[in-house]
């Protein structure tokens, strides 16, 4: 696993910007995130924009995340600053180039080809852990090996089928997953009115069910139901039913012409649809992790202080306070707040990672100096991927990462440990 500090991210950062610029060459990818959303939009389509970046509800979670950021002011310490930073950390017993981590994101694809593994090559790149979405558009397996001994994570979705459930642990073990990420906040899908008033599920034209149809398990249970003779329900022939068809086959592994003339991809998206989430997870089904794999574990999508300390009691190795963008409720507390108030109760010992909002790198060091270890880097990354593919990715990551190290050095302080409550104070404007 390569974990390089990022030492001198910045001025390095700033020195290829600016050389290019001599040149008469600008960033493909804005610096900023407001020109950087604004650009990803007008590449984007319809059905992939609000899937991407729309929230919840009346998207009151999504801008509550921003506004808690908004609440924090960083409180810079004069002819302090050393001459290299560290911004390497300590997580679950592996080193890690920075603290800036990449979230799992569902159906990229909607945004780019093969998007897996343009963010797989990236994370490499850029020595950038990847937390691998279950609901991703390339197998696992096939993204580890575009990253070869890089450090990436797992995220898993508690399926209906427990037998389902221990083959992708048993998978994310073979490809040396450094942990296992368990989300908890989507065990059914939130209301989503971008979505909705489009009709557009990604899912159920078989984008974002990868690692599904390249499992062993969930192939068995396919075979099954397309051999079951229940009655199968009828389908109303309609021009958007062909083109949902044809969507399903080229996005099932195999030949497309294949695929169209097979029940295959339809059975695999109709099955996915029943058991990929089960909506009576409980505390219960979390407490036969230990039982089921070796790896550390993760439980992503805690808001609550007394979620925070069942979830240690129970024996995990870290928790990621989390409201999923924004995407699942809409009114939530904002990760931030919440971050807070969980550090409050387990204190500054358990590893706990903050996902939610995070769009700069000033963002990264008001998360470190409230409480987190480490961060979740979502929906700006995706729209770098969405300008320029794997290369779109790395910018991205540069440059939030650049930013964290410039603000070190402008606040002086040496590495992501020395960064601490003393450096962000409210806000009185």
């Not at 706990?352 to 979740?376: C, P, Y």
Request: one cysteine or more; glycine letters at 10%.
């Amino acid at each position: 696993m390569t974990t390089t500090p990022a030492r001198g991210a910045g001025i390095d950062r700033l020195n290829a910007i600016y050389r290019a610029g001599v040149l008469g060459r600008r960033p493909a990818v804005p610096a900023d995130f407001g020109e950087l959303e604004r650009r990803a939009k007008k590449v984007s389509s319809a059905k992939a924009w609000a899937y991407v970046a729309g929230g919840a509800g009346e998207g009151r979670t999504v801008r509550r995340n921003r506004a808690a950021f908004d609440q924090w002011a960083i409180v810079p310490a004069m002819a302090s600053a050393p001459g290299d930073r560290d911004l390497s950390v300590e997580l679950l017993g592996a080193r890690h180039a920075s603290p800036l981590l990449l979230a799992p994101v569902g159906a990229a694809a909607l945004m780019k080809d093969d998007s897996d593994l343009h963010i797989a090559r990236a994370a490499a790149a850029t020595a950038s852990t990847y937390v691998m979405s279950n609901q991703g558009c390339s197998p696992m397996e096939e993204c580890a090996a575009e990253m070869g001994d890089a450090s990436r994570w797992f995220q898993l979705y508690w399926s209906k089928d427990e037998g389902l459930v221990d083959s992708l642990i048993q998978r994310a073990e073979a490809i040396g997953a450094g942990a296992l990420v368990v989300t908890l906040d989507t065990t059914v899908l939130g209301w989503r009115p971008q979505d909705l008033n489009l009709g557009s599920l990604p899912f159920s034209r078989g984008i974002g069910i990868a690692q599904y149809t390249s499992d062993p398990r969930f192939q068995e249970i396919v075979r099954e139901r397309l051999a079951s003779p229940s009655e199968k329900p009828s389908v109303e022939v309609t021009l958007g039913a062909v083109r949902t068809l044809l969507d399903m086959s080229r996005n099932h592994p195999g030949d497309f012409w294949d695929n169209v003339r097979s029940p295959q991809p339809r059975a695999s998206v109709e099955t996915f649809l029943d058991i990929y989430s089960n909506p009576g997870l409980s505390w219960d089904h979390l407490a036969t992790l230990r039982e089921r794999t070796s790896l550390p574990v993760v439980l992503k999508g805690i808001l609550r202080p007394d979620d925070a300390r069942r979830a240690l009691e129970l024996g995990v190795d870290a928790i990621v306070v989390s409201n999923h963008g924004g995407r699942q409720i809409d009114s939530s507390i904002a990760s931030l707040d919440a971050l807070l108030d969980v550090r409050a109760e387990i204190g500054p010992e358990p590893t706990v990672l903050l996902d939610s909002g995070i769009r700069t790198g000033a963002d990264v060091f008001t998360a470190l100096a409230l409480g987190a270890d480490a961060v979740l880097l979502g929906r700006p990354y995706v729209y770098g991927l969405a300008l320029a593919g794997q290369r779109g990715v790395e910018d991205v990551i540069r440059n939030v990462v650049a930013e964290l190290d410039l603000t070190m050095a402008l606040s002086g302080t040496r590495d992501v440990g020395s960064i601490g409550r003393g450096h962000v104070v409210e806000s009185r404007s």
